[in-house]
């Protein structure tokens, strides 16, 4: 069982180029979330989605973008790679039984923007 | 709009020390609090939730409690390992799917 899987787990980019963060999750969970890392900052959330087709915004939302074809994958889009991209992206999966609740999150990936 | 402050910031600990960590919040009710453990070059890893005042929960040396505005974790007689980032985070009623605002962290360092 493999849990949340993230790659690349480091990547180096040019301001203006574009790439793509890959999110798996092979629990079979409806819930899945990207959340930014920064020093001094704790964890923000990105954009989220409760199921297959569904997204919505976060905290973070702009400069990024989402979709959410299956329920094993969630990629985040960055379109124009600024600056204060910089960051380490996590992706996190989870499910509910009641009001209960349980994340869990993949190992990060670490995003330099030059 | 939901908050989160932990506190302190660094805690510096001899082995076997007992100690606290600190979590406010406020939120306009409480659907969880979550307590996360993350090591440098993690993700975080799950360590408790937390639905009501007056519940705890323990696993090993620590143990988490609730009050309706803060949240403790103590870590009783610690040992090196147990140097980490201890993150708290919060779910309000309406949201689902994911959704938690986090706290700065507690950067925990144990020494033998």
């Known amino acids: 069982n493999a849990g949340v899987t993230q790659t690349p787990k480091f990547q180096v980019l040019k301001t203006g180029q574009s790439m793509t963060l890959q999110c798996a999750q092979d629990?079979?969970?409806?819930?899945m979330s990207w959340y930014r890392q920064d020093p001094g900052m704790g964890l923000r959330l990105i954009h989220y989605?409760?199921?297959?087709?569904?997204?919505d915004q976060g905290e973070v939302p702009n400069g990024y973008n989402v979709s959410r074809s299956t329920t094993e994958d969630f990629p985040l889009r960055l379109l124009s790679a600024a600056p204060s991209q910089t960051s380490v992206y996590f992706c996190?999966?989870?499910?509910?039984?009641?009001?209960?609740?349980?994340?869990?999150f993949g190992s990060g990936t670490q995003l330099s923007v030059l | 709009e939901d908050q989160v402050t932990q506190s302190p910031e660094a805690l510096r600990l001899q082995e076997g020390e007992s100690s606290s960590l600190n979590c406010s919040y406020t939120?306009?009710?409480?659907?969880?609090l979550f307590w996360y453990r993350q090591d440098p070059g993690k993700g975080p890893e799950f360590l408790f939730t937390?639905?009501?005042a007056g519940e705890e929960k323990e696993k090993e040396r620590l143990k988490a409690t609730l009050t309706k505005k803060e949240s403790f974790l103590h870590i009783t007689a610690p040992k090196p390992e147990d140097s980490a980032t201890y993150l708290c985070?919060?779910?309000?009623?309406?949201?689902?799917?994911?959704?938690?605002?986090f706290g700065e962290g507690t950067q925990l360092t144990v020494n033998p």
């Open positions: 996190a999966s989870s499910y509910s039984w009641g009001r209960r609740e349980k994340l869990f």
């Open positions: 629990m079979n969970h409806e819930y």
């Open positions: 989605s409760v199921g297959a087709g569904i997204t």
């Open positions: 939120v306009s009710g409480l659907r969880g």
């Open positions: 937390l639905y009501s």
């Open positions: 985070a919060v779910q309000a009623p309406e949201t689902s799917g994911s959704r938690l605002t």
